[in-house]
C-alpha cells in the first residue's frame, strides 16, 4: 500500500495563492480519480477537487472559479493552484483517491489565510 505527502500550504493574505502538492509512493495513483479535501478546525473533512485519471477536474461549488488542479501520473502527483484565497479557505489541506476505501490519510499541509 502507497503513502500520499501532501506540501506547499503556508500563511497568505487574504487574496493571495498557494501551490499545493501531492506525491503518491507506490502503485496507487494512475488508475484512481484523486482528490484533494480539506479539514478546517472544527468542521469534517469536506471534498475540494477531484481528478480523474484523464485529468478531468471537478471542483467544490465553494472554490469553483478560483483552484485548478492537475496531475501527471508518470510522476504520482497532482498539484493544487489556489488563487483568490479567502479566509474560509484556511485549512488542512489532503489529497487522496475518491473510492473507498481511501488510502491511508497522509499529514496534509496547513493554509491559513489571514491578514
Known amino acids: 500500500q502507497g503513502q500520499l505527502v501532501e506540501s506547499g500550504g503556508g500563511r497568505v493574505q487574504p487574496g493571495g495563492s498557494l501551490r499545493l502538492t501531492c506525491a503518491a509512493t507506490?502503485?496507487?495513483?494512475?488508475?484512481?480519480?484523486m482528490g484533494w479535501y480539506r479539514q478546517a478546525p472544527g468542521k469534517q473533512r469536506e471534498l475540494v477537487a477531484s481528478?480523474?485519471?484523464?485529468?478531468?477536474?471537478n471542483f467544490a461549488a465553494f472554490v469553483r472559479g478560483r483552484f485548478t488542479s492537475s496531475r501527471v501520473n508518470a510522476e504520482n502527483t497532482m498539484s493544487l493552484q489556489m488563487n483568490n484565497l479567502g479566509i474560509d479557505d484556511t485549512a488542512t489541506y489532503y489529497c487522496?483517491?475518491?473510492?473507498?476505501?481511501?488510502?491511508?490519510w497522509g499529514p496534509g499541509t496547513q493554509v491559513i489565510v489571514s491578514s
Open positions: 507506490g502503485n496507487i495513483f494512475s488508475e484512481y480519480i
Open positions: 487522496n483517491r475518491t473510492a473507498v476505501p481511501t488510502l491511508p
Open positions: 481528478v480523474t485519471p484523464r485529468g478531468i477536474a
